[in-house]
Nanobody, 125 residues
């Protein structure tokens, strides 16, 4: 079992920045991939970014160059640094823990078996 708790969401103006954190407890988290997903009102959940246990990363085209995913395995925490935020980034952001030991970063939801509750990010224009 893995418990994931996100923090760092909030209200920010367009062009601003936020850093989300995802703290994990339970099963060893550091040797599994982790990802961030988001869901805006009335829309399906979409992939944002993922990171492997070794630090390889993978981004959705919509956030590439603006968002950075990272992890601190000693703290069992994954981060999402979000810069140059746009109103269309408004969503509930959830982190997820991958199911494949030492697996690659992945955009596919079925590759993740633990999810956090989410944190709201609102970007005003």
């Amino acid at each position: 079992q893995v418990q994931l708790v996100e923090s760092g969401g909030g209200l920010v103006q367009a062009g601003g920045s936020l850093r989300l954190s995802c703290a994990a407890s339970g099963r060893t988290f550091s040797t599994y991939p982790a990802g961030w997903f988001r869901q805006a009102p009335g829309k399906e959940r979409e992939f944002v970014a993922a990171i492997s246990w070794g630090g390889s990363t993978y981004y959705a085209d919509s956030v590439k160059g603006r968002f950075t995913i990272s992890r601190d395995n000693a703290k069992n925490t994954v981060y999402l640094q979000m810069n140059s935020l746009k109103p269309e980034d408004t969503a509930v952001y959830r982190c997820a823990a991958g199911s494949k030991f030492r697996g690659p970063p992945t955009r596919w939801e079925y590759e993740y078996n633990y999810w956090g509750q989410g944190t709201q990010v609102t970007v005003s224009s």
